[in-house]
């Protein structure tokens, strides 16, 4: 009787030490491949923005005035809303 309880017990860690081992193995896997997911993401970022670059530069090649002034409208747009937001969320602060 005494020995069934112990290899009763035996088995249990056993089997609980397996499926440690088989947990912890795929939270391994689970991180690596997290990894390289954001080593693919990171390096697609910095093409597509490496892209962008070369294309701004080519685009204010060819037309230095228009995209100046785009440029120029577009920052002022963003000043304008950003401005609107802080504005609107001190008036906002206000009513609480």
């Known amino acids: 009787m005494e020995q069934s309880v112990f290899e009763?017990?035996?088995?249990?860690?056993?089997?609980?030490?397996?499926?440690?081992?088989?947990?912890?193995?795929?939270?391994a896997d689970a991180l690596e491949d997290s990894v390289i997911a954001a080593r693919r993401v990171a390096r697609?970022?910095?093409?597509?923005?490496?892209?962008?670059?070369?294309?701004?530069?080519?685009?204010f090649e060819r037309h230095p005035f228009e995209t100046a002034a785009i440029t120029f409208a577009?920052?002022?747009?963003?000043?304008g809303v950003i401005g609107w937001m802080m504005k609107r969320g001190k008036s906002l602060q206000r009513c609480e």
């Open 8 to 27: 009763h017990v035996g088995q249990q860690i056993d089997d609980t030490t397996h499926k440690a081992t088989r947990a912890a193995s795929a939270v």
């Open 44 to 59: 697609d970022g910095a093409d597509a923005t490496s892209e962008l670059i070369y294309n701004a530069k080519r685009r």
């Open 74 to 79: 577009a920052g002022i747009a963003a000043g």
